[in-house]
């Protein structure tokens, strides 16, 4: 038995009417070229939502600690400490322990990874702003605040 059998088969690319939604998915297609390349440690949604609110509070100069990203309610403590320590024995985040109270641990990002934010960074605005050009082909500019997005404050 055919799959399409008594239908017709799904439009090709071609001919499809909305240019947009084809644009869209080109640009998920290609972040997702960029990040499988340059973030290959990324595994899991859970990996690149921890990555992603390290990556923003360091940028913001926030201090990031268990509390506040378990506050972000990525996935259960249980799941998110165990990502955790898989990114640690990566080397893509460390630990380090506040000089004023010992007992709190900060997470940060590794050198190596902070010298990829930039170059990953660029190359998502640029295949995001393919498909954010208005009729006039002119890329909208986003404010840093609207481009990092808001999460739970520390």
């Not at 088969?9 to 960029?34: E, N």
């Not at 595994?43 to 100069?61: K, N, Q, R, S």
């Amino acid at each position: 038995m055919r799959l399409f059998e008594g239908s017709r088969a799904p439009p090709k690319t071609t001919d499809y009417d909305h240019p947009t939604v084809v644009d869209f998915l080109d640009t998920l297609m290609a972040v997702r070229g960029i990040q499988r390349s340059a973030l290959s440690f990324i595994v899991t949604l859970e990996d690149y939502d921890i990555f992603v609110v390290c990556a923003y509070h360091y940028i913001a100069g926030k201090p990031l600690n268990l509390k506040c990203l378990l506050s972000y309610e990525i996935a259960s403590s249980k799941t998110i400490q165990r990502r955790l320590d898989r990114l640690k024995r990566l080397h893509i985040l460390r630990e380090r322990i506040d000089n004023g109270d010992r007992r709190t641990k900060w997470l940060d990002l590794e050198e190596r990874i902070v010298g990829r934010l930039e170059e990953v960074g660029s190359a998502y605005l640029e295949a995001c702003g393919r498909s954010l050009r208005d009729a006039n082909g002119n890329t909208p500019k986003l404010r840093r605040s609207e481009a990092l997005g808001s999460g739970p404050s520390t």
